[in-house]
């Protein structure tokens, strides 16, 4: 089975976030990258599926040249070759990033199954998955959790209301997954070695600009009162009570 | 008119996200003059009673044998045909619905318009369809904010949870029911539902009105063992970090973050957690927080309703000795 795996490169943001002066973005200059823990869950699916049934496992991210750190990332945690798709125009838009991303899918060989995660980290649209669908005519299911190969299909586990619900898709088939859906792997030494080395194929794609425009972010306002230390170490276990008492949890 | 995507909850009734939902989309339709409908899979059931206390005077049913227990992407293809032959000024649905959520991203795909994922507010410019509109979305699991303008003349928009009451509104006279049987080619290839299961009942980390959750400074995952002593005495279930999930100690279901479950407990204890922003946006929604870590400047700390400063193993046995002493157990 060849896997295909859609990845973004979003900013790694510690407990305070900056933003740029016309706030417009969030401030980057001193923070790393990475990739969001859904499309790590991904990654990781695909270099299983493809370990299993003698497939592949590919990467592909829509972004300039910086993002291929993040293509070598998830080439260090098994994927087998990766794909950039340069589309200056996107610019973070689903509508953008997802035409670039059809584009790129009709352009390559053909693969059984593309993931996505259910929401990339920092935009969080939940749609470019469904978006690629779509537009190439696949079966799609989001919020998977289970992903078990067939014969000619796939089947796609989410979790729905309060149970659990098993869709299967025939091949050629779209996910999004959560993470939850394995426990990825850290990268091996092999792994970084090999992702050094690994060509990035790289795609142009020049989609139409999409209909949904950022005009500025801003930080949710906080109401919090200033923290009342209660103690410290065991000692403060009988200030901790009251105050449990106090919010009605310990009667 | 404001479409309205709704859905039942397991025996039949309004599910809550819907009655939010539909209190959201009152209040779009009236500063925009229209009326709200509201559209739903399947028979009519209760729904029309639900909605004529709710001021809906017009309900859709989306009826066809590929929507019997459908995929999600299948509904968005019955709702684009919706979409497509009443041309609403607006089509929400709730965040919180997750398969509602889904069918909207097919639909605005096969309407060829943009989705606003995550919203808190819609604002209509002052000319209605002629105009942008303005939405503020969340980002970043809610530690920031968007405002974005949302440019198409169907506008596709999901709403995140908070701040509309799910109560009875203006009662509308009488419901009329229009069903809508889409065209779906069988041949196109869709997922089928195969199978579906039930999930062990008891209290979830999403409902719980007390987590005690515990990150990095839990140390192991024996550690947890006085973290479900005490989560077991205030009548809580236990949470946990990235760390934890990452390092094998906790499964994933326990984790509270981002890419975990958003919780808003009466008691969020935040044991050995830094309180890192993907995790900071999965409990902010908490009443209160208590939180015990060694550090004093940990983010969490300083964020807390309280806190107490030390080892998580020395604190937690003591507040457990100390409930148990107070409540006599
Ligand atoms: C895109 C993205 C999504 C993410 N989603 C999530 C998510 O959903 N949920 C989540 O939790 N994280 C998430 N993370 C990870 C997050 O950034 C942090 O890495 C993680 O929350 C840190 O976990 P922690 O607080 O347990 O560990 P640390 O940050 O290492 O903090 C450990 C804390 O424990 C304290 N401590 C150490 N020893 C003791 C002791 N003996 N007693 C008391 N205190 C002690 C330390 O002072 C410190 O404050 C995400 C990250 C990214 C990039
Ligand atoms: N720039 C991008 N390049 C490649 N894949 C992306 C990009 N942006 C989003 N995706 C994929 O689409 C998923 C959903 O993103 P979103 O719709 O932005 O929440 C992500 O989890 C990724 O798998």
């Known amino acids: 089975m060849d896997v295909l795996v859609c990845v973004k490169r979003v900013p790694a943001v510690g407990a305070e976030i900056l933003l740029t002066p016309d706030a417009t973005a969030i401030d980057t200059r001193h923070l790393g990258f990475t990739l969001g823990p859904h499309e790590e869950c991904a990654v990781e699916e695909a270099a299983r599926l493809a370990a299993r049934t003698g497939g592949s496992a590919g990467v592909l991210t829509v972004g300039g040249p910086e993002t291929e750190e993040q293509l070598r990332y998830a080439v260090s945690m098994g994927a087998d070759h990766a794909v950039r798709v340069d589309a200056p125009g996107a610019d973070g838009d689903p509508e953008a990033v997802a035409a670039a991303i059809t584009d790129a899918l009709r352009a390559l060989p053909p693969y059984d199954l593309v993931l996505f995660g259910a929401a990339s980290a920092d935009a969080g649209h939940a749609q470019v998955g469904v978006r690629v669908a779509h537009a190439l005519r696949r079966p799609v299911v989001g919020g998977v959790k289970g992903i078990e190969p067939g014969d000619g299909s796939v089947s796609l586990r989410r979790e729905a209301g309060d149970g659990v619900a098993v869709y299967e898709a025939p091949l050629p088939a779209v996910a999004a997954v959560l993470e939850g859906l394995n426990l990825p792997r850290y990268p091996t030494i092999k792994g970084r070695l090999r992702a050094k080395k690994v060509p990035v194929r790289v795609l142009d794609a020049a989609p139409p600009a999409g209909n949904l425009r950022t005009r500025r972010l801003r930080h949710r306002p906080e109401a919090r009162a200033e923290t009342v230390v209660l103690g410290r170490g065991a000692a403060a276990a009988p200030a901790v009570v009251d105050v449990l008492v106090d919010a009605g949890v310990v009667r | ?329």
Not at chain 2, 7 to 17: F, Q
Not at chain 2, 119 to 137: K, L, S
Request: aromatic share 2%.
């Open chain 2, 1 to 329: 008119m404001v479409l309205a995507v709704i859905t039942r909850d397991g025996d039949g009734a309004l599910s809550v996200a819907s009655a939010e939902l539909l209190a959201a989309a009152r209040g779009l339709a009236d500063e925009l003059g229209d009326p709200v409908e509201a559209v739903a899979v399947g028979a009519a059931g209760d729904l029309p009673d639900d909605l004529a206390k709710r001021g809906v005077g017009r309900l859709h049913l989306l009826a066809h044998p590929l929507l019997d227990d459908p995929a999600p992407a299948v509904v968005g293809e019955a709702l684009a045909q919706l979409v497509a032959a009443r041309r609403p000024a607006a089509v929400l649905a709730a965040d919180a619905d997750a398969d509602a959520a889904e069918a909207m991203a097919w639909a605005a795909a096969e309407v060829g318009a943009p989705l606003a994922t995550a919203c808190t507010a819609i604002r209509p410019g002052p000319r209605g369809r002629d105009e942008p509109w303005v939405v503020t979305r969340e980002r970043s699991g809610g530690i920031l904010l968007e405002d974005a303008e949302l440019t198409a003349p169907v506008r596709f928009a999901t709403l995140r949870p908070g701040g509309h009451s799910t109560g009875e509104t203006a009662a509308a006279a009488e419901v009329t029911v229009e069903v809508l049987v889409p065209e779906l080619d069988a041949a196109v290839p869709r997922a089928r539902l195969v199978e579906r299961g039930g999930r062990a009942a008891g209290t979830t980390l999403a409902t719980a009105p007390v987590v005690v959750a515990g990150g990095r400074g839990v140390g192991s995952a024996e550690g947890y063992a006085v973290l479900e002593e005490l989560a077991g005495l205030l009548g809580g279930v236990v949470g946990c970090s990235r760390v934890a999930t990452n390092n094998g100690w906790r499964p994933h279901a326990d984790q509270v973050g981002l890419t975990g479950t958003r919780i808003s407990p009466d008691l969020y204890v935040a044991c050995g957690i830094s309180g890192a922003t993907q995790h900071w946006v999965g409990c902010m929604g908490a009443r209160a927080i208590l939180a015990v870590n060694t550090d004093p400047e940990a983010p969490m700390v300083t964020r807390a309703t309280w806190a107490v400063i030390g080892d998580v193993h020395e604190v937690l046995p003591a507040v457990v000795a100390e409930v148990r002493r107070r409540s006599g157990r």
